[in-house]
């Protein structure tokens, strides 16, 4: 400012440098602001003015994060917790309820996340460190639980602890849901049924199977799934056929990755294990033939001992599979294996291979 400029001037250039722009927003665009923030930092914008002291109860997400709670002591994180739960308006329904946890128990989550389901979100994303923190169950009746989930169409569970018999009525709880993740989760699954479900990752399972039939996929909009599937009972217990896949037609799904997983090379019964995996690979390949539209393969983990070659000598003929990807693969002595899947994709455009072993 040159010297001498009048004092009218210089209050209006402060006025002008002060003036807050950013409050004279909508409450839509001030919300979506405050969604990219932690439920806790979004609370804490109450105290800038007036202005701002209510925004943050009607925000359309709820983000929940322990890891920004370090410094406070489990009840005082809790306390919060319910306190910012409680001062959520009754009436709004959020698009995405997100809680990420790395203590506590099944009842101050089950809790939260009851809390959380009265919302009616579109997405649930829930984390924890353990599965002995979080459990996810539909306890109460159909009619009353599709109330509070008539709305969610993406759920996502790390390591949570799933109620048996939750996949099987997938299509009664979750009337709308479109996409399902379980990730190191606890549970016993054979049966996936839904009639609206289009992507499913089912991803290094803590138990897996009951031993009373093999995994079922009743779910015909399927277009993309993602297994990763352990195959010893040496870390977990299963029975043979509880890892076999019943199969079903998916005329839909297009991309599949499959990623089979297993410690039995360090087990001194190894024999056992080679024929368990043999059982596995058959099962496998008798589900990627009921995929007749598949599109994009993702194979990973079929390592190829002498028995295993004659298996992939019956790869299944799969005329739209246009990618394929290997990894961690068998490609068999004088690439035999890989020859054989070649003749299985006569339309086949791209071929990666990595990591991959020609025995």
């Given at each position: 400012?040159?010297?001498?400029?009048?004092?009218?001037?210089?209050?209006?250039?402060?006025?002008?440098?002060?003036?807050?722009?950013?409050?004279?927003?909508?409450?839509?665009?001030?919300?979506?602001?405050?969604?990219?923030?932690?439920?806790?930092?979004?609370?804490?914008?109450?105290?800038?003015?007036?202005?701002w002291r209510h925004l943050w109860r009607?925000?359309?997400?709820?983000?929940?994060?322990?890891?920004?709670?370090?410094?406070?002591?489990?009840?005082?994180?809790?306390?919060?917790?319910?306190?910012?739960?409680?001062?959520?308006?009754?009436?709004?329904?959020?698009?995405?309820?997100?809680?990420?946890?790395?203590?506590?128990?099944?009842?101050?989550?089950?809790?939260?996340?009851?809390?959380?389901?009265?919302?009616?979100?579109?997405?649930?994303?829930?984390?924890?460190?353990?599965?002995?923190?979080?459990?996810?169950?539909?306890?109460?009746?159909?009619?009353?639980?599709?109330?509070?989930?008539?709305?969610?169409?993406?759920?996502?569970?790390?390591?949570?602890?799933?109620?048996?018999?939750?996949?099987?009525?997938?299509?009664?709880?979750?009337?709308?849901?479109?996409?399902?993740?379980?990730?190191?989760?606890?549970?016993?699954?054979?049966?996936?049924?839904?009639?609206?479900?289009?992507?499913?990752?089912?991803?290094?399972?803590?138990?897996?199977?009951?031993?009373?039939?093999?995994?079922?996929?009743?779910?015909?909009?399927?277009?993309?799934?993602?297994?990763?599937?352990?195959?010893?009972?040496?870390?977990?217990?299963?029975?043979?056929?509880?890892?076999?896949?019943?199969?079903?037609?998916?005329?839909?799904?297009?991309?599949?990755?499959?990623?089979?997983?297993?410690?039995?090379?360090?087990?001194?019964?190894?024999p056992l294990w080679q024929a368990l995996?043999?059982?596995?690979?058959?099962?496998?390949?008798?589900?990627?033939?009921?995929?007749?539209?598949?599109?994009?393969?993702?194979?990973?983990?079929?390592?190829?001992?002498?028995?295993?070659?004659?298996?992939?000598?019956?790869?299944p003929v799969l005329h739209n599979l246009?990618?394929?990807?290997?990894?961690?693969?068998?490609?068999?002595?004088?690439?035999?294996?890989?020859?054989?899947?070649?003749?299985?994709?006569?339309?086949?455009?791209?071929?990666?291979?990595?990591?991959?072993?020609?025995?």
């Amino acid at each position: 400012m040159p010297p001498g400029a009048p004092v009218e001037m210089i209050s209006r250039g402060k006025r002008r440098r002060s003036y807050d722009r950013l409050s004279d927003l909508p409450d839509c665009l001030l919300h979506v602001i405050l969604s990219g923030l932690d439920s806790r930092r979004a609370a804490q914008t109450s105290l800038l003015s007036r202005r701002w002291r209510h925004l943050w109860r009607d925000l359309p997400c709820v983000n929940i994060d322990e890891r920004e709670f370090a410094d406070e002591t489990w009840e005082r994180f809790a306390d919060l917790v319910d306190k910012i739960l409680a001062s959520i308006s009754p009436d709004t329904q959020i698009d995405a309820f997100r809680l990420h946890l790395l203590r506590g128990n099944f009842t101050a989550s089950g809790r939260w996340i009851h809390q959380g389901l009265r919302h009616a979100p579109t997405t649930i994303d829930i984390r924890a460190a353990s599965d002995t923190t979080v459990i996810w169950r539909q306890s109460m009746p159909v009619s009353r639980s599709a109330k509070f989930t008539s709305r969610l169409t993406t759920l996502h569970l790390v390591h949570v602890k799933i109620i048996e018999g939750f996949t099987k009525d997938l299509g009664h709880y979750c009337p709308v849901l479109e996409e399902l993740h379980m990730e190191s989760c606890r549970m016993y699954i054979n049966v996936v049924a839904s009639p609206t479900l289009r992507s499913l990752a089912v991803i290094s399972p803590s138990t897996y199977g009951t031993g009373a039939g093999p995994l079922m996929l009743m779910a015909p909009r399927l277009a993309s799934i993602r297994l990763e599937i352990p195959y010893d009972r040496w870390r977990y217990y299963y029975h043979a056929d509880a890892v076999a896949f019943d199969p079903q037609p998916l005329p839909l799904l297009a991309d599949a990755s499959i990623r089979l997983t297993g410690l039995y090379k360090h087990h001194p019964d190894r024999p056992l294990w080679q024929a368990l995996k043999l059982d596995f690979v058959k099962s496998v390949c008798s589900f990627i033939a009921f995929l007749p539209n598949v599109a994009n393969l993702h194979l990973s983990g079929f390592t190829v001992e002498e028995s295993l070659q004659e298996e992939f000598l019956e790869f299944p003929v799969l005329h739209n599979l246009k990618t394929l990807l290997m990894e961690e693969c068998g490609v068999g002595a004088s690439f035999l294996v890989l020859t054989s899947i070649l003749r299985s994709t006569p339309n086949l455009e791209k071929l990666g291979l990595h990591q991959c072993i020609d025995d």
